[in-house]
Each structure stands twice: as structure tokens, then as C-alpha cells.
T-cell receptor
């Protein structure tokens, strides 16, 4: 089954404790992206990757890191989480993101709480 | 610069009555436009997309949307609401800048269906 998986689905952590949220897709998609969803703000892009070893900042990259060592995986790293990073996070992938605007496939989400 | 405005944060309709979710956009290019749906505790799923073909776009589950360039609108409609339509809906505009066809999400409209 074609899908995007994220782990963990739920995470409660404390300020300053490094964490990683994994994202994996099995569709051989080139493009992957991370979003955060906050009430009243919709989804905002954190980072994206056009292909292996190619990553770039989205709209709200502060406090986050990513890597793309393999095509299928795109982990999101919070080196020193803070309470304002409490949010619902989504990973997404698509075949590419050129002018034809391929559909993005979303993971189920990771709800992160930082205390 | 591009932006998208969902005119209603919450819409309630009775089961069997029509649904209208409003979306206005701003884009300096010929945009691609999407509607995504998010059911409770789920990721986002593509309902339909407009990419400069027919202005009336049909999607899944009986939804459709009409692209009106003169009004910069892309409203989502359904003739008869079903209980399973209760969800949050996001209007999305795509700006084909080179390097990252950036997606901008609206803030969402929560649709409630009254039995």
C-alpha cells in the first residue's frame, strides 16, 4: 500500500531534550516536506527536500533541522525543543513539485507536546 | 506573493442540504488550486485540484469546485451533505516559482453536519 508513515504518532517531552520524528514514504517520491499545523493558522511549511541531499527552508524553519540521506526517509530533528514547538506535524511527499502540481500525500501526523 | 483566504472558519449544514465552502486566492501567476480534507485524527487527503484545464473541477465524494478568475475564487460545493463529510477543509494555492512550487494553505473551514 502506498503510504507515508510517521513515528511516533504522539510524543510528550521536556524543554531542551533532543528528539527526532521519522518520516518514510514507499512511493519513490522525489519531493518531501514537513509542515506544522496550529489552530487558526492552517499548515505552514518547515522544510522541504527536492531530492536526496537537497533540502531547503520553508516558512518556519527556526528550531528545526532535517536531512535527506535516502530518497524514502526525511526525518525532522528538534535539537532543543521549546514549548512554542508544541504542534501537530505532518510529513508529505509527492512525485515532484514542478509546474504540473502533483498531489501531495500526507502522513497521519505527529502530535508533539513540549513542557 | 500568493495567499489564500477561507472566508468561513466554521460552517454547519443539515444532512441532505447543499454545502458551500468559500475560498478566495491571490497569486501573481496562473495558479494551481487544491482542496484537501482532514478527517479527525487523520492526515490530509486531496479532494480535487485545478491546474488550468476545465474551470469546473469534480473531485471525490461528490464534491466539485469552480475556478473563477474574475472573482479570484475557488469555492467548494456539494449538492447534498452526508454525515461522513464532517471534517476540516483546506483550500491551497500553488505558486510555480522555480525551485519550489510553494503551497500556501488557508486556515481551514470546519464543516459540521447536523443530523
Amino acid at each position: 500500500e502506498a503510504q507515508v508513515t510517521q513515528n511516533p504518532r504522539y510524543l510528550i517531552t521536556v524543554t531542551g531534550k533532543k528528539l527526532t520524528v521519522t518520516c518514510s514514504q514507499n512511493m519513490n517520491h522525489e519531493y518531501m516536506s514537513w509542515y506544522r499545523q496550529d489552530p487558526g493558522l492552517g499548515l505552514r511549511q518547515i522544510y522541504y527536500s527536492m531530492n536526496v541531499e537537497v533540502t531547503d527552508k520553508g516558512d518556519v524553519p527556526e528550531g528545526y533541522k532535517v536531512s535527506r540521506k535516502e530518497k524514502r526517509n526525511f526525518p525532522l530533528i528538534l535539537e532543543s525543543p521549546s514549548p512554542n514547538q508544541t504542534s501537530l506535524y505532518f510529513c508529505a511527499s509527492s512525485l515532484s513539485l514542478g509546474f504540473s502540481s502533483y498531489e501531495q500525500y500526507f502522513g497521519p501526523g505527529t502530535r508533539l507536546t513540549v513542557t | 506573493a500568493q495567499s489564500v483566504t477561507q472566508l468561513d472558519s466554521h460552517v454547519s449544514v443539515s444532512e441532505g442540504t447543499p454545502v458551500l465552502l468559500r475560498c478566495n486566492y491571490s497569486s501573481s501567476y496562473s495558479p494551481s488550486l487544491f482542496w484537501y480534507v482532514q478527517h479527525p485524527n487523520k492526515g490530509l487527503q486531496l479532494l480535487l485540484k485545478y491546474t488550468s484545464a476545465a474551470t469546473l473541477v469534480k473531485g471525490i465524494n461528490g464534491f466539485e469546485a469552480e475556478f473563477k478568475k474574475s472573482e479570484t475564487s475557488f469555492h467548494l460545493t456539494k449538492p447534498s451533505a452526508h454525515m461522513s463529510d464532517a471534517a476540516e477543509y483546506f483550500c491551497v494555492v500553488s505558486d510555480p516559482n522555480f525551485g519550489n512550487e510553494k503551497l500556501t494553505f488557508g486556515t481551514g473551514t470546519r464543516l459540521t453536519i447536523i443530523p
